[in-house]
């Protein structure tokens, strides 16, 4: 297996966050940032660069293309800008991929205004800052709203055999109507259900258990307006 960590980079705002996680991991792999937006002219000697059009998909793609333009990789883990992953995050992924044509996690640990939650996404696809994928049965990632869900339909309509990996070692990090979804906190929850709630629980503790939980149910009609 020859891995590769396809970053898409759409805001140097975000370098530091990126450099951070990356760093981390146990394991390490080669890195190709796909940048556009804010981030199009980025140039940077100690990673690897390629241009992509603007959406998040575009960026999947453009890496992914990268790959295989007379390159030996054979296998893909993304990793988001914006998001916090645990030192296990590539090592997870990898091990799952050892099995599987692509990965990656259907509950998701969420950082909201209030601090951690974790969501179980019942019925949900795979996150998109979470995939991983054998770069030989990759299918384009669409450049449509939910890129990562139609991204697993389209996986599985292919007879990709897919592995959750568990929501340990990664959290998706809301900064407020962020730039992947334009969505405040309430609608989040609205959109994703009940959550458990780790008062005290600090990001990093996604790495092993968080500790004391309660469950929040999701926000009423009521309040749903009201933060619109």
């Known amino acids: 297996m020859t891995p590769l960590v396809i970053v898409p980079f759409h805001d140097p705002a975000w370098l530091a966050n990126v450099e951070a996680n990356l760093c981390r991991q146990t394991v390490q792999a080669r890195v190709v940032f796909a940048v556009n937006g804010k981030a199009a ?25 990268w790959a295989r333009d007379d390159r030996d990789f054979t296998h893909a883990v993304l990793m988001d800008s914006d998001d ?12 799952a991929l050892k099995t599987a044509d692509c990965c990656g996690k259907r509950a998701v640990y969420t950082w909201l205004e209030n601090g951690l939650h974790l969501f179980d996404r019942v019925g949900g696809r795979f996150m998109g800052g979470t995939l991983g994928f054998n770069i030989k049965k990759f299918r384009p990632m669409p450049a449509v709203h939910q890129d990562d869900t139609e991204w697993c339909r389209a996986m599985e309509e292919s007879g990709a055999v897919g592995v959750d990996t568990g929501p340990t070692q990664y959290a998706y ?3 407020g109507a962020n730039a992947h979804w334009q969505a405040n906190d309430t609608i989040v929850r609205k959109a994703w259900g009940s959550s458990r709630f780790f008062p005290g629980a600090l990001v990093h503790d996604v790495n092993g258990d968080p500790g004391i939980s309660f469950m929040r149910p999701p926000p ?3 309040e749903v307006f009201e933060a619109m």
């Not at 002219?41 to 293309?65: C, I, K, L, M, Y």
């Not at 296990?88 to 091990?95: D, N, P, R, S, T």
């Open 84 to 95: 916090y992953y645990g030192p296990g995050y590539l090592a997870q992924a990898l091990e």
């Open 41 to 65: 002219d980025f140039t940077s000697a100690r990673w690897q660069v390629t241009p992509s059009g603007t959406s998040h998909a575009a960026a999947v793609n453009a890496g992914v293309e």
């Open 220 to 222: 009423s009609d009521a």
């Open 173 to 175: 990090v809301r900064h």
